[in-house]
């Protein structure tokens, strides 16, 4: 695309000035810019693209956008420099322009809520799936479609890489896009340049604070997503949170609602848990059906009442929603059963927030009436609020918890262990800084019928020390002590 029609349909005035010449690529990496690029200098919470405009010059940027007029770049000549108002959404409308606007020509589904949204993302993929269609997934897990598979560095990437997926599945015949859409990303404008074909609610509680610093703030960046949609959009939403009839008030786009608790479009009543599955009857506008899935707990019932709002909503067949949802097994690292050994059950999950863990246990403790073992920390330089109620949901709910490291970063893990054990009212716990070792006495506790619950890390194939960052995988971690006990 030459760059002044880039510029143009991205609404970024210019003048006759610019000469004009054909756009390889835009990047807000300086590292990342060759020779006819645009380069937009974006200030971060941690460094201000501006120092870096030297550099992308010298690597071939010929425009170069900038927030800031005083700017000031060493050769003039060789540059266009042009300021605007906000260069997160300049860079996301580029994006989306240079790569030819492939939100339009996909049915993108996105998925935002404080829990969910990853179990989400791989229902909508199983219900696309025996529909017939061809689905793409970009989450936190990893980006995929068809047979090609991305490794995930954060949950919604930044929007060059965003339009870049979204054109490369739109090439190989992609019809759908689930896509799990963070508060950071809604914040930053990530996603400003995607058209949302509809959009779901899981749900919303305390998280990230450390970067939104409260829950108003955190709820206007979740709340972006459905504010943007256009009146040809749909919005599923939670009807059981408290943020639903906010959140329907602000959205032009056609509302559908799903709950357990209260009215809703769709509906789970009836509902029967086992240990390894759930039963319910799901009630809706087009009919009532009884649904047999493999997932556990009540949490899971909202993120398939969601997907089947949503499913429906496309006009998808309850023949085809109700043939998916019951083959559907697992999500990896989502309460994710590992194995067993002498009669105990051990799950790993990701629940890393207080009303995720609250969530698992009272699930696991609907079927099954003895001891739940959970293994748990916080993570490092990130929300330090949470970490007294996680420790106090935990240890209230469970029968015994032991306290250890999950990615402490450049924390002192015992500081981040006290900061946990001051929500603590009761003495059923321990403390163990070595996951690893926390882990196996975890096991060596396990009664016959026990349930040990490892949380915090659930699909991480890592753990993010001080100085590196080493191998470690909850599930593997298990299985390898579950083989050296027998």
């Known amino acids: 695309m030459r760059i002044k029609e880039l510029l143009e349909k991205s609404g970024i005035k210019t003048n006759k000035k610019l000469a004009d010449f054909s756009v390889s690529g835009i990047a807000s990496n300086s590292k990342r810019v060759s020779r006819d690029f645009v380069f937009v200098a974006i200030r971060g919470s941690s460094e201000d693209g501006g120092k870096f405009i030297?550099?992308?010059?010298?690597?071939?940027?010929?425009?170069?956008?900038?927030?800031?007029?005083?700017?000031?770049?060493?050769?003039?000549?060789?540059?266009?420099?042009?300021?605007?108002?906000?260069?997160?959404?300049?860079?996301?409308?580029l994006a989306s322009e240079f790569y030819g606007r492939p939100s339009e020509q996909l049915k993108v589904v996105g998925v935002t809520g404080t829990n969910g949204k990853t179990t989400i993302t791989y229902l909508i993929e199983a219900i696309v799936k025996e529909a017939g269609y061809s689905p793409g997934v970009i989450g936190t897990i990893n980006y995929r479609f068809q047979d090609k598979v991305i490794p995930s560095k954060m949950t919604t990437p930044g929007p060059v890489e965003l339009e870049y997926i979204l054109a490369d599945m739109k090439n190989a015949g992609v019809g759908y896009c689930a896509m799990e859409v963070s508060s950071h990303a809604l914040d930053q404008d990530r996603t400003l340049g995607i058209n949302f074909h509809s959009a779901i609610f899981t749900n919303l509680t305390q998280d990230h604070l450390d970067y939104h610093e409260n829950l108003s703030n955190y709820f206007r960046a979740k709340s972006k997503l459905f504010k943007n949609l256009n009146r040809s959009s749909y919005a599923l939403i939670n009807n059981d949170d408290p943020y639903a009839r906010r959140l329907i008030k602000l959205t032009k786009a056609k509302v559908s609602t799903y709950a357990i608790d209260r009215?809703?479009?769709?509906?789970?009543?009836?509902?029967?848990?086992?240990?390894?599955?759930?039963?319910?009857?799901?009630?809706?506008?087009?009919?009532?059906?009884?649904?047999?899935?493999?997932?556990?707990?009540?949490?899971?019932?909202?993120?398939?009442?969601?997907?089947?709002?949503?499913?429906?909503?496309?006009?998808?067949?309850?023949?085809?929603?109700?043939?998916?949802?019951?083959?559907?097994?697992?999500?990896?690292?989502?309460?994710?059963?590992?194995?067993?050994?002498g009669n105990f059950s051990v799950f790993v999950d990701y629940a890393h927030?207080?009303?995720?863990?609250?969530?698992?246990?009272?699930?696991?403790?609907?079927?099954?009436?003895?001891?739940?073992?959970?293994?748990?920390?916080?993570?490092?330089?990130?929300?330090?609020?949470k970490r007294p109620k996680m420790g106090r949901v935990v240890s209230e709910l469970s029968d015994y918890a032991i306290i250890t490291s999950d990615n402490p970063r450049s924390e002192d893990p015992l500081s981040i262990i006290e900061d946990i054990k001051r929500g603590i009212k009761k003495s059923n716990f321990s403390i163990i800084p070595e996951r690893l070792d926390a882990i196996r006495e975890s096991l060596a506790l396990a009664k016959q019928g026990d349930i040990v619950l490892v949380a915090g890390k659930g699909h991480e194939n890592y753990q993010v020390l001080a100085d590196r960052t080493v191998h470690f995988d909850d599930k593997e971690a298990v299985k390898a002590c579950l083989q050296s006990m027998k």
């Open 54 to 93: 030297s550099e992308a010059i010298e690597r071939g940027a010929r425009v170069v956008i900038v927030q800031d007029r005083k700017s000031r770049i060493t050769n003039p000549k060789k540059v266009y420099l042009i300021a605007v108002k906000d260069a997160r959404k300049a860079i996301a409308r």
């Open 263 to 341: 009215k809703a479009d769709v509906v789970a009543s009836d509902i029967r848990f086992e240990v390894a599955a759930t039963e319910f009857t799901v009630g809706t506008a087009k009919g009532s059906f009884r649904l047999h899935s493999q997932l556990i707990g009540k949490h899971n019932i909202y993120n398939m009442l969601g997907v089947i709002a949503w499913a429906l909503s496309d006009g998808l067949e309850i023949s085809v929603i109700k043939s998916a949802l019951e083959k559907f097994n697992t999500v990896p690292g989502r309460l994710e059963r590992i194995g067993e050994s």
């Open 353 to 385: 927030t207080e009303d995720a863990l609250k969530n698992i246990i009272q699930s696991l403790r609907r079927v099954s009436s003895n001891r739940i073992i959970v293994v748990f920390g916080c993570g490092g330089d990130r929300d330090k609020s």
